[in-house]
């Protein structure tokens, strides 16, 4: 530790020293005169002073001396320094370097420059400092821990290259800090290399770093951002005649072009190049490419839309797979006579969309025989139930997996009783609502996988307006997924085997509700579909960050990735995944990579990687917060109050003034005084006496 100043200029007071000095040499007593009548009957007493022009008092000057000296420095403000810091910090240093290799990372020109960044970050270390490595797109991986053997860190920077995959910035901040716990008394800094995409900063305001570690970013962008990217693909099969084509249409997106691009859009069907079609991309938003239609085969079906190539050549092809045309079969059940026209908005409904399409078979009564259920995914019963002869054949359809939806009514409503069949409720009766306009749904368990459509929109649920619906208390073992606002259940679910059990008292008609009419009414009737018969919508493809869940079914599985590796995926209490870690097309097989595959997926990069626009550097700290004090402390800087402390030396000196001050009070009354000496008296008269005869002397001479 050394001392410092932080108002050097107040030690010019220091000259002030010489005040007690002269104060010391220039002291003289003044006598002050008496008149006295006569001096003759007083003894004459000689007085001997010492001589005032040198110190006496060498105490009392050094403690005034010293109160003037610790008032000078008091206002100088002295302040203890680290001598290690205010010479720099020789401390070892710990770099962690973030490298980004998502996508984005592929622009013409931006990989080479983050390669040699990364190298000189290497070679500027001194000897002794330690480097480590982590790759990160939407999620990190550490390539090497801290080590001083920079040949080996450069070896490992050498393997990286850009992937498929979408941009996070947080998960490699927190492992970059975790890899840092093991130097903890060195000199920390996280360096980050990358194209600092905009997309990529999410998750950031959740970082906790120490106050100590240093963070900066080397920006490897290109200037130039003109990019297209083709971002969505629409696929549905359309019959010719006996024939079935598959008609296709892609979107494609353009950011920043300098000016219209015309290129050629290629369409590959099961790997093989099917149709082309010419399109000119606009300098900035979306074109419709549309390709014709194209014989396809019944079974799922591989396709690849891909441009020209442009800087960034992995967003120009996106990759999806068409499923089987395998339409959902839904049997409505529902009562002679005027219930056909109730159910109408249903129909037209689940009519509507594809990638499963919904096929409706209306039936008077219940199918019952097993040929007849095996063909069907759901049993959907329109305000009525079964008979008595039926429920057993449609609870071992749930058991094995079927679905079945009974659709609640003021029919059903009308039937009370605790004894009816397959409903696991009492009807008491229909609830009215014409006086206060309607009621609205609430305790809707968003989470659910009924209500998967509505987790971005909650509310839209919540505009529906029910005029009347039944009235009913839960009498089994059911889950409320939703209720009325007078607390009425509206929606109910059972389990039954590996099958489940929906009762609805929502009005699905325009004579009960404005449902029908209401935005929320097409994706509520659809995933009620899907959901109940186990039919979840498939979407096209997936994002690489993703997994692809195996069907249960596939025993042994082997799964070909996009580069022709052969994945055996482990089971486990969740069933059998696979994570989809590059661009491509999946595909899964039963023991061995032979035959027919019994499963495809196709996974894309997320379509934020084509969003070239990079945010600034000052951002990258934005939100970024210190962690609690403790935390690596060595690193840390002096707080506040650390330099506080250090700075509390004056008020030390002001006390030792006033200290001085007293004591030099006390010395100075009573302190060095001159001192009388008596002397040996001399006879006036003999004196007279000698005098005179002196006199006579030299008159005579």
Known sequence: ???????????????????????????????????????????????????????????????????????????????????????????????????DRSLSMGYQGVWPRALDSARAVVNALGAGDRIGVVAYDDASEVLQRLSDDKSQVIAAISTLKPLARGTRLAPALRTARQMLLDAPFAAAEIVVISDLQRAGAAGIAAIDLPAGVKLRSIPVGAAERANSAVRVLE???????????????ARVQSHELPVARKV???????????????????????????????????????????????????????????????????????????????????????????APAIQIDRHASAPVSRESLARTSLVLFWDMLPSASAVAALQDYMTKGGGVVIAAGSRLAAQRGDNLPLLPVRMSGLADRLTDRGGTLRDVRIEHPLFTPFREVPDALGAVRFLRYPRVDISGAVDVLARFDDGLPAVLEQRIGEGRLLVLTVPLDA???????????????????????????????????????????????????????????????????????????????????????????????????????????????????????????????????????????????????????????????????????????????????????????????
């Open 235 to 249: 696929a549905r099969r359309v019959m010719n005649g006996t024939r079935s084509l598959l008609a296709v249409k």
């Open 264 to 354: 050629k859009a290629r369409l590959t069907v099961n790997g093989r190049d099917a149709t082309t079609s010419e399109v000119s991309l606009q300098p900035d938003g979306e074109t419709v490419v549309t390709f014709a239609p194209v014989p396809a085969p019944e079974d799922a079906v591989a396709l690849l839309v891909s441009l020209e190539s442009d800087a960034l050549v992995a967003d120009d092809t996106l990759y999806a797979v068409v499923p089987r045309d395998d339409a959902v079969r839904v049997a409505l059940v529902s009562p002679s006579g005027g219930a056909a026209a109730e159910a109408l908005f249903l129909e037209r409904a689940l009519a509507i969309g594809g």
């Open 1 to 99: 530790m050394g001392i410092g100043f932080l108002v050097p200029a107040f030690l010019a007071g220091l000259a002030a020293l010489a005040i007690p000095l002269l104060l010391h040499l220039r002291h003289r007593d003044k006598d002050r005169p008496f008149r006295f009548p006569s001096l003759m009957f007083l003894e004459q007493l000689p007085i001997r002073t010492s001589q005032r022009q040198r110190i006496t008092d060498w105490p009392l000057l050094l403690l005034r001396a010293l109160a003037v000296a610790a008032l000078v420095l008091a206002f100088a403000r002295p302040v203890l320094t680290d001598r290690a810091a205010a010479g720099g910090d020789t401390r070892r240093r710990a770099v962690v370097l973030v490298v």
């Open 511 to 701: 004579q009960r509700s404005d449902f029908p009419l209401q935005p929320a009414f097409l994706p509520f009737v659809r995933q009620l579909v899907l959901h109940t018969s186990g039919r979840d919508a498939v979407p096209l493809w997936r994002s690489t960050s993703e997994s692809w869940s195996l069907a249960p079914s596939v025993n042994d599985p082997v799964v070909r990735a996009p580069d022709g590796t052969l994945l055996r995926p482990r089971a486990d209490s969740m069933g059998t995944s696979v994570p989809l870690a590059d661009a491509g097309v999946y595909e899964a097989f039963a023991v061995s990579a032979t035959g027919t595959a019994v499963g495809r997926v196709a996974a894309n990069a997320p379509a934020s990687e084509s969003e070239l626009t990079p945010m600034d550097t000052t951002e990258l700290l934005l939100g970024v917060r210190d962690a609690e004090p403790g935390t690596m402390a060595s690193n840390a800087p002096p707080t506040t109050v650390e330099l506080e402390r250090r700075q509390n030396p004056w008020r030390v000196l002001l006390i030792i003034v006033a200290l001085a001050l007293v004591l030099e009070t006390i010395m100075a009354t009573r302190g060095w005084r001159a001192v009388a000496r008596r002397v040996r008296p001399v006879n006036p008269l003999s004196s007279s006496v000698s005098s005179s005869a002196s006199a006579s002397d030299r008159s005579s001479t």
